[in-house]
């Protein structure tokens, strides 16, 4: 089956600054590749995703590249603000989607 | 607005009974999952159901089951709930074509 890697676990930034978090996966079958955000007791809400016939997507401060070949992916905040604060989890697959272990950010005032 | 909808928001139940989790949605999605998240942990894909076909994760314990009576509707069921499967259980659906999630609030499970 599908594993995804992620990291790193934990990521602290000052506000203003950019912050990336990497994934990595192992099935080349996987074309789906999506980002979300989790505040603590609630549910993880989608803030970006890319499929596998596109290197790059940006929605505002937030993109993604992807990087078939390689298998991997990676997520990009611009400018960070402390309500991007949160668990950020990447996944990948299809209609079947493996998560990866997570990153906590915190950005600093 | 079209969602997913999952009861109760929290649960709690004793070592040994058992206990089911609902979920329901108004998307008309054909998929719907169940995950299982531990604090500060990953979701774990428990199963899916895509229309009726069920398809369990090989490491899901027997303990779990679930059902899936209509489109709208899919259940949990933990036979025998441990102090081990204390968590937060999601239910996502996604409509086949297109694999985006759309996850419910979650039940927050405790077990006594």
């Known amino acids: 089956g599908e594993n995804v890697e992620q990291h790193p676990s934990t990521l602290s930034v000052q506000e203003g600054d950019s912050a990336v978090i990497k994934c990595t996966y192992s099935?080349?079958?996987?074309?789906?590749f999506p980002w979300y955000k989790q505040e603590l007791g609630k549910r993880p809400q989608l803030i970006i995703d890319?499929?596998?016939?596109?290197g790059e997507k940006k929605d505002q401060r937030i993109a993604v590249t992807l990087n078939k070949t390689a298998k991997h992916f990676s997520l990009h905040i611009t400018e960070t603000q402390p309500e991007d604060s949160a668990v950020y989890f990447c996944?990948?697959?299809?209609?079947?989607?493996?998560f990866g272990g997570g990153t906590r950010v915190l950005v600093k005032p | 607005d079209a969602m997913v909808i999952q009861n109760p928001r929290y649960q709690v139940t004793q070592f040994g009974k058992p206990v089911t989790l609902s979920c329901s949605q108004t998307l008309n999605h054909n998929v719907m999952y169940w995950y299982q998240q531990k604090s500060s942990q990953a979701p774990k894909l428990l199963f899916h159901y895509y229309d009726k076909d069920f398809n369990n994760e090989a490491d899901t314990p027997d303990n779990f089951q679930s059902r899936r009576p209509n489109t709208s509707f899919c259940f949990l069921d933990i036979r025998s709930p441990g102090l081990g499967d204390a968590a937060m259980y999601l239910c996502?659906?996604?409509?086949?074509?297109?694999?985006?999630?759309?996850f419910g609030s979650g039940t927050q499970l405790s077990v006594l």
């Open positions: 996502a659906t996604s409509s086949a074509h297109r694999g985006k999630l759309f």
């Open positions: 099935d080349s079958a996987s074309n789906y």
């Open positions: 996944a990948a697959g299809e209609n079947k989607l493996t």
């Open positions: 890319i499929r596998s016939n596109v």
